[in-house]
């Protein structure tokens, strides 16, 4: 099989997958059991007044629901991971959110009528939404409730998952006194874990990656968000230690154990960790010759 381009692709995504996967079984898992839970409803709901409940008709609409709320949850996870709102920045982004409520709406009942109209027909039945504007705007209120309590709780997850797993910052220029080591090339990042501070050798940092406003740190098999752009982090890094094969990626020089050859002139580094980092084509001759001395 030939490798190229996808393979670097692949590679981009290896140290976050672990992750993606466990926050997919999550939403996954709290969105379907929502839907069984509220044909359940309906069900006993139904047998108390003596109605006939029509399970069919009331799964499918349950679960179209869900499943088009779970593929746009995919696209507004990506949007916070992109632009997140913070102290700093909520107050220019905050109409982005606002629209991004309004396109929630339309794209949500869009793909839920499509995914009822698809299983109607598979069992032999038509399916109507309703009359518009009434149907759509009574979905209008459900939807922004969804999506303002969606994307409080992503924002909330990524700031506990930060608090978890630690969260860097450079070292401060002292209030008074010579700093302890130069702020511009640091020597150590300071990491706040669950309420406590420890420092991190910069000389222990295995590698780094571009994470939307954040780039994570890779320290001895913990991952350690730092709140700076990749290329700002580059001019704070040693050249001679620090080599950059990708616009997303930084290596610590001492941690590159292979460079896999693909088709296209693209390459993947093989880590000491087992991680694969591409490095682009563009970048390749660049870190053959920084690796040779030259």
């Known amino acids: 099989m030939e490798k190229g381009y996808p393979a670097v692709i692949a590679a981009s995504v290896t140290v976050a997958r672990p992750r993606a996967m466990n926050a997919a079984a999550f939403w996954s898992l709290l969105f379907l059991s929502t839907a069984a839970g509220n044909v359940l409803a309906h069900g006993m709901r139904a047998w108390r007044d003596g109605?006939?409940?029509?399970?069919l008709g009331t799964s499918i609409e349950e679960f179209s629901s869900a499943l088009a709320t779970l593929g746009l949850l995919?696209?507004?996870?990506?949007?916070?991971r992109r632009w997140p709102l913070h102290a700093d920045t909520w107050r220019r982004r905050i109409g982005f959110y606002v629209l991004g409520g309004i396109a929630w709406w339309?794209?949500?009942?869009?793909v839920m009528v499509v995914l009822r109209k698809l299983a109607f027909?598979?069992?032999?039945?038509?399916y109507t939404y309703g009359d518009w504007p009434a149907q759509w705007f009574y979905e209008?209120?459900?939807?922004?409730?969804?999506y303002s309590l969606l994307v409080i709780a992503v924002h909330a997850v990524a700031w506990f998952g930060r608090q978890r797993q630690g969260e860097a910052h450079l070292l401060a220029e002292p209030d008074d006194g010579p700093p302890v080591e130069p702020v511009e090339r640091p020597q150590h990042f300071l990491v706040r874990k669950l309420g406590k501070e420890f420092l991190v050798a910069t000389a222990d940092v295995e590698y780094a990656q571009a994470a939307g406003n954040y780039v994570n740190l890779r320290v001895r098999g913990h991952d350690y968000p730092l709140r700076i752009t990749m290329?700002?982090?580059e001019q704070r890094l040693d050249p001679a230690?620090?080599?950059r094969p990708h616009r997303s990626w930084l290596i610590h020089r001492d941690q590159l154990r292979s460079i896999e050859p693909l088709d296209g002139g693209e390459a993947l580094l093989h880590m000491a960790d087992g991680a694969r980092v591409p490095c682009s084509r563009r970048q390749l001759p660049a870190l053959r010759q920084a690796l040779a001395g030259v």
Not at 74 to 80: G, I, M, N
């Open 51 to 55: 109605q006939r409940f029509a399970a």
């Open 74 to 80: 995919v696209v507004l996870h990506a949007a916070t």
């Open 106 to 110: 339309l794209l949500h009942v869009s």
């Open 121 to 126: 027909a598979l069992v032999g039945q038509h």
């Open 140 to 146: 209008f209120f459900k939807d922004v409730q969804t």
């Open 231 to 233: 290329a700002a982090l």
């Open 241 to 243: 230690v620090f080599l």
